[in-house]
Nanobody
Framework: QLQLVESGGGLVQPGGSLRLSCAAS????????MGWFRQVLGKEREGVSCISTDSGSTMYGDSVKGRFTISRDNAKKMVYLQMDSLKPEDTGVYYC????????????????????WGQGTQVTVSS
C-alpha cells in the first residue's frame, strides 16, 4: 500500500529554517516525481516544489524561490524540503505528494497532477 509520511514541522521564528522529510513506502520511489504542497485553513492548496525522479529537474512556486530547496534520496525512499529564511506567510500544513510520471508538470505545480498524498505536517512561523 502506497504511503507517504511527512515529518519535521514545528514552530520557528521568522528568518529561521526547517527541514521537512517525507518517507515513502509501498511503492518504488524511483519512478515517481515528487512534490510538496502547503495549505492554510480556508485557502486552496498551494504547490510549493517538485522534483523529477533523477533529481535533474526541480520547480518552485514563486513565493518560495531562492528560499526553499527540494531534494530526494531514492535509495532511502525519502524526499526533503529545506526551508530557509522563513516568513510568517509560510505558515501552513505541508503535504508530500507523488506524481505518476518521472518529470514535474510542464506548467505549474497543481494538485490534479499528483495522485498520492501524505497526511501533512504543520509549520508555524511566528515570533
Amino acid at each position: 500500500q502506497l504511503q507517504l509520511v511527512e515529518s519535521g514541522g514545528g514552530l520557528v521564528q521568522p528568518g529561521g529554517s526547517l527541514r521537512l522529510s517525507c518517507a515513502a513506502s509501498g511503492f518504488t520511489l524511483d519512478y515517481f516525481a515528487m512534490g510538496w504542497f502547503r495549505q492554510v485553513l480556508g485557502k486552496e492548496r498551494e504547490g510549493v516544489s517538485c522534483i523529477s525522479t533523477d533529481s535533474g529537474s526541480t520547480m518552485y512556486g514563486d513565493s518560495v524561490k531562492g528560499r526553499f530547496t527540494i531534494s530526494r534520496d531514492n535509495a532511502k525512499k525519502m524526499v526533503y524540503l529545506q526551508m530557509d529564511s522563513l516568513k510568517p506567510e509560510d505558515t501552513g500544513v505541508y503535504y508530500c505528494a507523488a506524481r505518476g510520471f518521472d518529470t514535474c508538470p510542464r506548467d505549474a505545480i497543481k494538485e490534479p497532477y499528483f495522485g498520492a498524498w501524505g497526511q501533512g505536517t504543520q509549520v508555524t512561523v511566528s515570533s
